[in-house]
């Protein structure tokens, strides 16, 4: 799949936390996760922020893994 549809779908998630007020979004369900932002590992969270930030803290990631 392309970049850009995740660079959609993440500046989308951004304007609707800004039009919430609210300060961020915590993803823990993997689908999510790999719809977000296209990692396919198998354990991860996200965190993501109206203001552009998005934290995807893993534990032993792979070197083949790709994060979009």
């Known amino acids: 799949m392309s970049d850009t549809i995740y660079f959609k779908r993440q500046n989308r998630l951004k304007e609707v936390l800004g039009d919430k007020g609210l300060d961020g979004m915590l ?3 993997l ?6 932002c296209g990692f396919t590992g ?3 969270s996200c965190l993501v ?4 930030n998005i934290l995807l803290p893993m534990e032993g990631i792979s070197n083949n893994q790709n994060l979009r």
């Open 49 to 52: 922020t109206p203001r552009g």
């Open 27 to 29: 993803i823990t369900n």
């Open 42 to 44: 198998s354990a991860a």
């Open 31 to 36: 689908t999510n996760i790999r719809y977000i």
